[in-house]
Every structure is written in structure tokens, then in C-alpha cells.
Nanobody, 115 residues
Framework: QVQLVESGGDSVQAGGSLRLSCAASGSIFSGDAMGWYRQSPGKQRIPIATITGGGSTDYIYSVKGRFTISRDNAKNTVYLQMNSLKPEDTAVYYC?????????WGQGTQVTVSS
């Protein structure tokens, strides 16, 4: 069973940058579309960035141009480069498949952006 471990979260000032990593304990099928999700306090978890097995990416409007998702299939790792961070980016960030069935959710990594 694949286990996902997210890391790289931190507390930063607005305008700062962070790079999140999501390491899978097992093999992520290279054809699996993977995504980063986030859950803000009091809100549902939502997908914010996705990457197909072929490397095509997509983003929600609020992060487009600021965040970049990438993957290294050889390392079973998915990344999220986050630039120009805003207070509204504060959330717990998770990674997982885009399509069901999902892998078991990891513990996430906390990102806190102060103004």
C-alpha cells in the first residue's frame, strides 16, 4: 500500500516562497495523474494543482502563475514550488491521486503565510 509523506511546510511572510515535497513509500504508477490539495481552516480540502503522467499541468485560478507542480517518477516524489505566497494560501497541503481510488491520505504539511 502506498503511503504519502508531505514535507516542506513552514511559516513565512507574504511574498515568500516554499517548496513542498510529497514522497511515496511505494511506486507511483508513472501514468497516474497526481495533485496537490489544500485545506484551509473551516473549509473542505480542494485540489489546487495537478500533473498528468505525461507532465501536463493545471492549476486553480488563484495559484496560477505563482505555483508550479512537478514530479520525479524515479524518486516517487511530487513537488509544489510556491512563490509570491499570500495569507490566503495558509492551509494544510496534501498530495494524492487526482482520480479515485485515492491512496491513503498523508498527514499533510502546514503552510502559514503572515501579512
Amino acid at each position: 500500500q502506498v503511503q504519502l509523506v508531505e514535507s516542506g511546510g513552514d511559516s513565512v511572510q507574504a511574498g515568500g516562497s516554499l517548496r513542498l515535497s510529497c514522497a511515496a513509500s511505494g511506486s507511483i504508477f508513472s501514468g497516474d495523474a497526481m495533485g496537490w490539495y489544500r485545506q484551509s481552516p473551516g473549509k473542505q480540502r480542494i485540489p489546487i494543482a495537478t500533473i498528468t503522467g505525461g507532465g501536463s499541468t493545471d492549476y486553480i485560478y488563484s495559484v496560477k502563475g505563482r505555483f508550479t507542480i512537478s514530479r520525479d517518477n524515479a524518486k516517487n516524489t511530487v513537488y509544489l514550488q510556491m512563490n509570491s505566497l499570500k495569507p490566503e494560501d495558509t492551509a494544510v497541503y496534501y498530495c494524492n491521486r487526482v482520480n479515485r481510488p485515492y491512496f491513503a491520505w498523508g498527514q499533510g504539511t502546514q503552510v502559514t503565510v503572515s501579512s
